[in-house]
């Protein structure tokens, strides 16, 4: 053998003799998912799936579009920021799997298998946030984003979607405070960068909700949703903008989040906590929802009657055109 041969020999690494390829698209993603239990290849398979193409490959695989992949990760991604909600029911902390794990995944040596879920969620959420939620980045995957992110939210397009959004941002009750699922309850100020990107989708998303010019079950459906939202967040007062479009059902949410509120012994003229019995309570304790609803009482009356007037006033004004006419004929 020559020096020349043995040093090409040598060069070579071991990766020259090995088949490498990329993933061919989201069928074989959704394969390689539902076939491992390996934490760390399911960071590496959500880290790349947005980029997995969606076209087929063969004749007899199923049809995916853009829509069933961010579908999936809000499955995935829901309950991100709660450890707890990924532990199996009726099974204590001390009945659970738990793992040693090194380097930068956690800075304990023993970690939970709720815990491994919970990672696995969060890292769903966060590839959400940048090929999803994210209104404001610039570069070059954000062309024509705004364009897509419309289309991806059109009900009439997407209603799956359009609905799956509104479930993964649902609120509930969190003793006695109504709070936004997949937002942890924190001050402005201490939001981590992807919350708060969630909160401009939020806004963004309720917007396209109020001036949507489709006129359907599901957008009916999806403005007492976003009046839940708007609670939760503390931004009621977006809602003045559209005062005079609350239908019956958007009323019937702001009273039903209205009568949630609690007088307290210690602060209101009562013997006793108890919950507010009337809109009107509601706004002696200053709640925004009961507020809200009075002033839509007034504004709505008050426009009636300035209409009214009006024409009156032009019925009377061509009234008198027509006498003039007539006494001049």
Not at 35 to 44: I, Q, S
Not at 112 to 128: D, I, M, S, T
Not at 223 to 233: D, E, Q, V
Request: hydrophobic share 40%; charged share 30%.
């Amino acid at each position: 053998m020559t020096t020349t041969t043995k040093i090409v020999i040598e060069s070579l690494t071991p990766l020259i003799f090995r088949e490498i390829r990329p993933i061919m698209n989201w069928h074989e993603w959704l394969q390689r998912w539902n076939t491992t239990n390996v934490f760390d290849e399911m960071l590496g398979l959500l880290h790349v799936g947005f980029d997995v193409p969606l076209h087929k490959c063969d004749y007899s695989e199923p049809e995916y579009s853009s829509h069933d992949r961010i579908q999936f990760y809000l499955t995935i991604a829901d309950g991100w920021e709660d450890a707890f909600l990924f532990r199996p029911q009726g099974k204590s902390l001390d009945e659970l799997k738990y793992y040693n794990v090194h380097g930068n995944r956690s800075n304990r040596n023993s970690i939970g298998e709720h815990e491994l879920r919970q990672f696995v969620a969060r890292k769903a959420f966060y590839e959400l946030v940048d090929h999803f939620f994210k209104l404001d980045e610039q570069g070059p995957w954000y062309e024509h984003f705004e364009e897509k992110w419309n289309e991806w939210l059109k009900p009439s397009d997407s209603p799956n979607l359009f609905v799956a959004v509104q479930k993964f941002f649902r609120t509930e009750k969190n003793f006695d405070h109504i709070v936004i699922r997949n937002l942890p309850v924190k001050e402005e100020g201490r939001r981590s960068h992807q919350e708060k990107q969630v909160i401009q989708f939020l806004r963004k998303f309720i917007h396209f909700i109020w001036e949507s010019e489709e006129d359907d079950a599901i957008i009916g459906y999806a403005k007492p949703w976003s009046i839940g939202i708007l609670s939760a967040l503390g931004e009621l007062n977006t809602l003045r903008k559209w005062i005079f479009m609350l239908d019956k059902k958007s009323l019937e949410k702001l009273k039903e989040l209205a009568l949630q509120n609690e007088l307290k012994d210690y602060k209101h003229p009562v013997s006793a906590h108890r919950l507010v019995k009337s809109v009107e309570e509601a706004c002696f304790i200053g709640s925004p929802e009961a507020l809200l609803l009075v002033e839509h009482k007034v504004r709505t009356k008050e426009r009636a009657r300035l209409v009214a007037i009006q024409k009156a006033e032009e019925k009377k004004a061509e009234a008198e055109r027509n006498l003039q006419k007539l006494t001049h004929a």
